[in-house]
């Protein structure tokens, strides 16, 4: 057995290490900076109780992106030298953010005990490779991320930050399952690496009908497709959807997961997902004749989703308004009812319209899934959304992209259970349809506008802000740039009020409202990393079920003009177009 003494390394802090919405993101150049990454965690363990690091286990893996290996290594021994008893790893490192997530919650150590806490190395759907990004988050026992007053806590020790605790242990070998154990000052302290998939495998079994997703995937009349864009659900996919379910190996796309995911960008949406979207016939450059039935997509490290039918885009919003209708009688896990539902506040109002007819409660919070992890933990909520491709439940307390597909995979058998030998299946257009005829329709755009000018995007919001002083001069604009559009009837700043720990969170994005239901609203984003991102949300509500198979981009046209004038887009920015339109 190897051995080691504490190590005290002195160290000097480094600016801008404040965690954001899901942690800290910057490149891989100023993770590699020496101390820099160690600073940060020791800055996290110095932030949480004792109890939590002393004597605890902790979990430490993620998407996979370069620089994960060694800083899996890193924290490692910075975990021995801070007094943890035991760290899990995931095979190769690899753990999606939900599976991370499950684990924390779910898996039982030999000795009964399960883990206080998880680093997870991801940056999410940002690229990857040595000029790329990285990031890490701390996530809690209860699974979800560190609240504010933890990170701040995080942010203010990495301004004061004097040295680091570390043991020299040699590498640990985490591509083979297998626990490797040390003595640290007298004491043991292990590394148990272990399947990655294992326990969020379980975890799905319990929750969904695997057989009838199994026949349905049987079916010849059904097709499926997955393209984990070369991040880490790759590794759940080929054991979910080909092992368990019988999907065919032809049927996953860009499933090996890389370090560089493959030099693309692992975001789940129309722009970045190009391989998919041809094959599911969305894209000029469609390559097949028939696409499949079914298609889905998740970003790198697989909370996010995106679900295609044939030639067939269903929103995010709509998605979370559909699994949350259908939930109960297709997924196992809700059949005695939902606790309650939410979306974050720049999401369409799909999900309220289900959550008035079916009487649910509902919950309307800031964006980031912090706040949905707080009403569940409240037992409050089982179905939420976010228009950012996030859909999830209270298995665990991030979002879930696999859970997503295999929700709508479960909905989709539901739907044909009668008709599996049939003709003709229902189809993910058809449920939707169907979903659109019985709730109305949110016709709904998201414009982002990547790497803006900082300031200019801050000038922009705070002449949106101003406009809001006065209604009557905000509709002499609209009506002078579009006369077709409603009446804005109320215009704010979106806050929140935690109804579970009475925390307020302010400036959460700046809202139009008109008269027939529609909405502007335009926030700057927190995940970015570089400049600043302005996004702009617009959606418009159909009752009438004789106009609510408009094209999108035609209904909402009106509306995208108005947006775009009353807020001086281009006047601000200097773009002419947004970067990705989702
Ligand atoms: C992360 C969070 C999501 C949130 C999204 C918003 O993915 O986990 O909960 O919706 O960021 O990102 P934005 O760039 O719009 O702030
Ligand atoms: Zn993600």
């Not at 659109?436 to 900082?454: F, I, K, L, Q, S």
Request: proline residues 4%.
């Amino acid at each position: 057995m190897s051995s080691g003494q504490i190590k005290r390394v002195q160290t000097t802090p480094f600016d801008g290490q404040k965690p954001g919405t899901s942690g800290l993101r910057k490149k891989v150049k100023v993770f590699t900076q020496p101390n820099y990454l160690q600073n940060f965690v020791q800055s996290t363990f110095n932030a949480l109780p004792s109890d939590k690091v002393k004597g605890a286990r902790l979990v430490v893996s993620g998407d996979g992106r370069y620089f994960s290996k060694e800083a899996i290594q890193i924290i490692i021994k910075m975990a021995a030298g801070n007094g943890v008893k035991s760290v899990w790893v995931g095979q190769n490192g690899l753990l999606s953010t939900p599976a991370v997530s499950a684990v924390v919650r779910e898996r039982v150590g030999a000795d009964g005990s399960k883990a206080s806490g998880a680093f997870i190395l991801t940056a999410s759907h940002n690229p990857g490779g040595p000029n790329e990004d990285f990031g890490i988050k701390y996530n809690m026992e209860n699974g979800g991320p560190a609240p504010e007053s933890i990170t701040n806590k995080i942010y203010e020790n990495t301004t004061q930050i004097k040295e680091y605790l570390t043991v020299d242990l040699p590498e640990v070998d985490i591509t083979k399952p297998g626990v490797t154990t040390f003595e640290v000052e007298g004491g043991t302290f292990t590394v148990d690496v272990f399947d990655s998939a294992s326990d969020y495998v379980k975890l799905m079994k319990s929750i969904f009908d695997f057989e009838s997703i199994r026949k349905l995937l049987s079916s010849p009349k059904f097709t499926f497709c997955f393209d984990a864009l070369h991040g880490v659900g790759g590794a759940y996919a080929k054991r979910i959807f080909v092992e368990e379910l019988g999907a065919k190996e032809s049927s996953l796309l860009n499933c090996v997961p890389k370090e560089d995911f493959g030099g693309g960008h692992p975001d789940p949406n129309l722009t970045y997902a190009k391989e998919l979207v041809a094959r599911m016939g969305l894209s000029k450059s469609n390559t097949q004749d028939e696409p499949p039935e079914f298609g889905a997509a998740a970003d790198g490290d697989a909370d996010r989703n995106m679900i295609l039918g044939k030639r067939f885009f269903v929103t995010p919003s709509d998605s979370v308004a559909i699994i949350a209708a259908n939930a109960v009688e297709a997924i196992p896990y809700f059949s005695t009812g939902l606790k309650g539902v939410a979306r974050s506040m720049p999401t369409s109002a799909a999900l309220d319209v289900v959550a008035k007819h079916l009487n649910l409660k509902f919950f309307e919070v800031p964006t980031g899934w912090k706040f949905f992890g707080n009403l569940m933990d409240a037992g409050l909520c089982s179905v939420c959304g976010e228009e950012s491709f996030g859909t999830g439940s209270d298995h665990i307390r991030e979002k879930d992209g696999i859970w997503a597909v295999l929700a709508w995979l479960s909905i989709i058998a539901f739907k044909n259970k009668d008709n599996i030998g049939g003709d003709k299946l229902v189809t993910v257009e058809d449920i939707v349809r169907k979903h659109w005829a019985t709730y109305g329709r949110h016709y709904y755009t998201r414009y982002d506008y990547e790497n803006v000018d900082a300031g200019k995007a801050k000038d922009l919001m705070a002449s949106l802000v101003n406009l809001q002083s006065s209604l009557p001069e905000v509709n002499k604009i609209v009506k002078g740039i579009c006369s077709d559009v409603a009446n804005v009837v109320g215009a704010d700043e979106f806050e929140y009020k935690d109804s579970v720990d009475g925390s307020i969170s302010k400036h959460q994005g700046i809202r139009y409202l008109f008269e027939d239901g529609s909405r502007l609203v335009f926030r700057l984003s927190g995940t970015g990393s570089e400049g600043a991102t302005i996004r702009l949300y617009i959606e418009q509500y159909e009752k009438d079920p004789s106009k609510i198979s408009r094209e999108s981009s035609e209904a909402l046209a009106p509306l995208v003009e108005v947006a775009l004038k009353l807020s001086k887009m281009q006047e601000f920015t200097g773009r002419s177009a947004p970067t990705v339109i989702t």
